[in-house]
């Protein structure tokens, strides 16, 4: 639990960093990657020394996967226990300013991630989870939180990814409530008995998921790909997700 705290201050940091640029409309770089042409800024690269410089202190013989470092193939081909980190989830929703981003970290061990935390700036929320055991802290208060049944059930999808696979499951689906969020705030809603299924047939990196994933599984319910397993954080030599669900049934 100790360590989990740490991480938590540590996301945190990041995150005040990060709120830092976006509420005071300070100037940021933006740029765009190479290989998918996705946006970064300022505070993308500003969260990401935060959490890089925290975890060498804190756990400095464990390697570090983030988004806006990542290792080469032949250095974490071998990796059996390591962080990964997006220092800036919804660099979108960032710059669009609808407060709906996060920072993810989650630690994973032979593929499963057993410790994840996910800190959503703009509204100092916070969850946290380990050991089948999943908590929220918001304005000082901390709770633990599972998922939760509802009918017709609420269904979570991506704010800035809707295609027309989606559209179609939706269609197919019966009765529901849909709502709209960015980032990794969709697995948390599941998570707390807000929502009860989130899928996703667009496109994911490790990093966008694997911190919600810890927080949803301990919290109760279940993320798998469209052929029912669950999704592998496995050292490989891309970083894509295939398609998945994030639901409690």
Not at 71 to 77: A, C, N, T
Not at 214 to 224: D, F, Q, Y
């Amino acid at each position: 639990m100790y360590m989990l705290e740490q991480i938590s201050l540590l996301a945190r940091a990041a995150g005040l960093a990060i709120i830092d640029i976006y509420q005071n409309n300070q100037p940021f770089y933006v740029k765009h990657k190479d290989h998918d042409l996705s946006p970064v800024t300022t505070a993308d690269l500003q969260a990401h020394k935060i959490i890089r410089d925290g975890l060498l202190k804190i756990t400095p013989e464990i390697p570090i996967l983030s988004e806006e470092d990542p290792p080469d193939w032949e250095m974490r081909r071998h990796w059996y226990r390591y962080w990964l980190v997006d220092p800036l989830d919804g660099t979108k929703e960032f710059l669009s300013r609808n407060g709906e981003f996060t920072v993810n970290i989650a630690l994973i061990e032979d593929g499963i991630p057993i410790m994840g935390v996910v800190y959503a700036p703009s509204s100092d929320v916070l969850y946290y989870a380990e050991r089948n055991i999943a908590w929220k802290k918001n304005n000082g208060s901390i709770e633990k939180i599972h998922v939760r049944d509802a009918r017709p059930p609420l269904v979570v999808v991506s704010r800035s990814h809707l295609d027309d696979e989606l559209r179609d499951y939706l269609s197919q689906l019966g009765d529901h409530q849909t709502v709209a969020v960015g980032s990794s705030l969709k697995f948390c809603l599941v998570a707390e008995g807000m929502a009860q299924l989130y899928p996703r047939f667009g496109q994911t990196n490790i990093w966008d998921t694997a911190a919600g994933h810890a927080i949803a599984c301990a919290a109760g319910a279940k993320v798998h790909d469209w052929q029912g397993k669950s999704l592998d954080y496995t050292p490989a030599q891309f970083f894509l997700n295939p398609g998945f669900r994030v639901s409690i049934f």
